[in-house]
Nanobody, 128 residues
Framework: QVQLVESGGGSVQAGGSLRLSCGAFGYTYSISYMGWFRQAPGKEREGVAAIATVGGTTNYADSVKGRFTISQDSAKNTVYLQMNSLKPEDTAMYYC?????????????????????WGQGTQVTVSS
């Protein structure tokens, strides 16, 4: 029903920037919020940022506050993750996710089980 396609990953030196994009296709009208997650080798997937499709409310993990910015272009059904001041510990596979259905709480979740559609991921590597 919904397909998510990420792009924009790559390799960058510490202190650099990258912008990830996530295009949503299909029955996008029922998506109430979208998020970015990441998973480093040997670690669990963690939520990075989320944004409400209506209103643009955002939520961030403490580890990225002040460095990452999530935004959206509703006309293009695209969500972005601008990543600045990147650190080697930001190295991970980054996944876009969407919640299809009603938003149940004011605070946008950063937990996996609250999202029901996922992209394939895009790799981000930050070297020191």
């Amino acid at each position: 029903q919904v397909q998510l396609v990420e792009s924009g990953g790559g390799s960058v030196q510490a202190g650099g920037s990258l912008r990830l994009s996530c295009g949503a296709f299909g029955y996008t009208y029922s998506i109430s919020y979208m998020g970015w997650f990441r998973q480093a080798p040997g670690k669990e997937r963690e939520g990075v940022a989320a944004i409400a499709t209506v209103g643009g409310t955002t939520n961030y993990a403490d580890s990225v506050k002040g460095r990452f910015t999530i935004s959206q272009d509703s006309a293009k059904n695209t969500v972005y993750l601008q990543m600045n001041s990147l650190k080697p510990e930001d190295t991970a596979m980054y996944y876009c996710a969407a919640h299809y259905g009603a938003r149940l709480a004011p605070l946008l979740p950063l937990t996996e089980y609250r999202y029901n559609y996922w992209g394939q991921g895009t790799q981000v590597t930050v070297s020191s």
